[in-house]
């Protein structure tokens, strides 16, 4: 089992920067492919990014790519999201996720096996 939890979200103004944390518990975390996901109100859960076990494949929404980094750090059970120029379209919640079963469907929710509790990031304009 493998419990995750966000931290470093927050308000910022646009073309600020945030760094969100997701930290894990369980050995097999660094494992696992790791997601991260936000969701407006209103509006479904969508893709923001993913990285591979160690970190050799990365992957980016098109909305985010170019201003969003997600890097992890597996001694300390860690991924990251570096997100620079930010606007007020990425006000959202963002959550993370860690895929157990190794699907390599990284851009679709139900694909994931763990989920955070989410960390709220809010943009003004």
């Known amino acids: 089992q493998v419990q995750l939890g966000e931290s470093g979200g927050g308000l910022v103004q646009a073309g600020g920067s945030l760094r969100l944390s997701c930290a894990a518990s369980?050995?097999?975390?660094?494992?696992?492919?790791v997601g991260w996901f936000r969701q407006a109100p209103g509006k479904e859960r969508e893709f923001v990014a993913a990285i591979s076990w160690n970190g050799a494949r990365t992957y980016y929404a098109d909305s985010v790519k170019g201003r969003f980094t997600i890097s992890r750090d597996n001694a300390k059970n860690t991924v990251y999201l570096q997100m620079n120029s930010l606007k007020p379209e990425d006000t959202a919640v963002y959550y993370c996720a860690a895929d157990r079963r190794g699907t390599g469907v990284v851009r679709t929710p139900s694909e994931y096996d763990y989920w955070g509790q989410g960390t709220q990031v809010t943009v003004s304009s």
């Open positions: 369980g050995r097999t975390f660094s494992a696992y492919l």
